[in-house]
């Protein structure tokens, strides 16, 4: 998924896991990127442009990813399911 603009983004379509690994790479332009599930952020849940991120988010739960102050932001994030 690229993204470019501030906002809240499903990123995982793994039902039934309770692990996922995210990847976020690209150009952050001074944006802050979190993790949510259900609305909350997630404690381990501040990523950073060029990481990756092993998250904890419970089994069955939508993950999101909050993007703010994203002018000038073009990142593309994946995910992959752990556990």
Known sequence: MNITADGDY???ANIGLSK???YLTGTAGGATFT???QG???TDGVI???SQTQVNHGKD???MLNV???SGTDVN???SGVS
């Open 68 to 70: 703010t102050g994203g």
């Open 35 to 37: 993790l949510k599930v």
């Open 61 to 63: 739960q939508r993950l």
């Open 20 to 22: 996922s690994v995210v």
């Open 40 to 42: 909350v952020a997630l």
């Open 48 to 50: 950073t442009a060029d």
């Open 77 to 79: 994030v994946s995910v």
């Open 10 to 12: 499903h990123i995982n």
